[in-house]
T-cell receptor, first 114, second 111 residues
Framework: EAQVTQNPRYLITVTGKKLTVTCSQN?????MSWYRQDPGLGLRQIYY???????DKGDVPEGYKVSRKEKRNFPLILESPSPNQTSLYFC?????????????FGPGTRLTVL | SQQGEEDPQALSIQEGENATMNCSYK?????LQWYRQNSGRGLVHLIL?????REKHSGRLRVTLDTSKKSSSLLITASRAADTASYFC???????????FGKGTLLTVNP
């Protein structure tokens, strides 16, 4: 089944404790991105990657890192989480620029930083 | 920055009625998409309309696009309780094909 998976689905952590949210897609998509969703603010893009080893900042990259060592994986790293990073996070993927513009979303990761 | 803005923010209707949601955006676009999100879950793509199209249908969904007014509408006909969800418009513009979302319309369909 074609899908985007994220782990963990729920995470409660404390300020300053490094964490990684994994994202994997099995559709051989070139483009992957991370969004955060907050009440009243909608979805905002954190980082995106056009292909392996190519990443770029989205609208709200501060406090986040990403890497794209393999085509299928795009982990989101919070080196020193803070309470304002409490949010619902979504990973998404799509084919490359020559393919469909439709994005496929993972099920979300609800992060709480105390 | 938000590109799309949905209107209304919330809509409550009875089963069987039609639901219309609107989206306005600020700059030129390559295409506009509508997504659906059930509470706390991932977004699901519904329909895409390109900038050179004016209307598109998919099942009970009808989307229109007016590039002169920079607006789009999503019509769901004969709504069902299972249509209860948040609906987002998203636009693509520029060479990196960045998808920018609006804040969404919460649709409640009462049985």
């Amino acid at each position: 089944e074609a899908q985007v998976t994220q782990n963990p689905r729920y995470l409660i952590t404390v300020t300053g404790k490094k964490l990684t949210v994994t994202c994997s897609q099995n559709m051989n998509h070139e483009y992957m991105s991370w969004y955060r969703q907050d009440p009243g603010l909608g979805l905002r893009q954190i980082y995106y990657s056009m292909n392996v080893e190519v990443t770029d900042k989205g609208d709200v990259p501060e406090g986040y890192k990403v890497s794209r060592k393999e085509k299928r994986n795009f982990p989101l790293i919070l080196e020193s989480p803070s309470p304002n990073q409490t949010s619902l996070y979504f990973c998404a993927s799509r084919p490359g620029l020559a393919g469909s513009d439709t994005q496929y979303f993972g099920p979300g990761t609800r992060l709480t930083v105390l | 920055s938000q590109q799309g803005e949905e209107d209304p923010q919330a809509l409550s209707i009875q089963e069987g009625e039609n639901a219309t949601m609107n989206c306005s955006y600020k700059t030129s676009i390559n295409n506009l998409q509508w997504y659906r999100q059930n509470s706390g879950r991932g977004l699901v793509h519904l329909i895409l309309i390109r900038s050179n199209e004016r209307e598109k249908h998919s099942g009970r969904l009808r989307v229109t696009l007016d590039t002169s007014k920079k607006s789009s509408s999503l019509l769901i006909t004969a709504s069902r309780a299972a249509d209860t969800a948040s609906y987002f418009c998203a636009t693509i513009r520029g060479s990196n094909y960045k998808l920018t979302f609006g804040k969404g319309t919460l649709l409640t369909v009462n049985p």
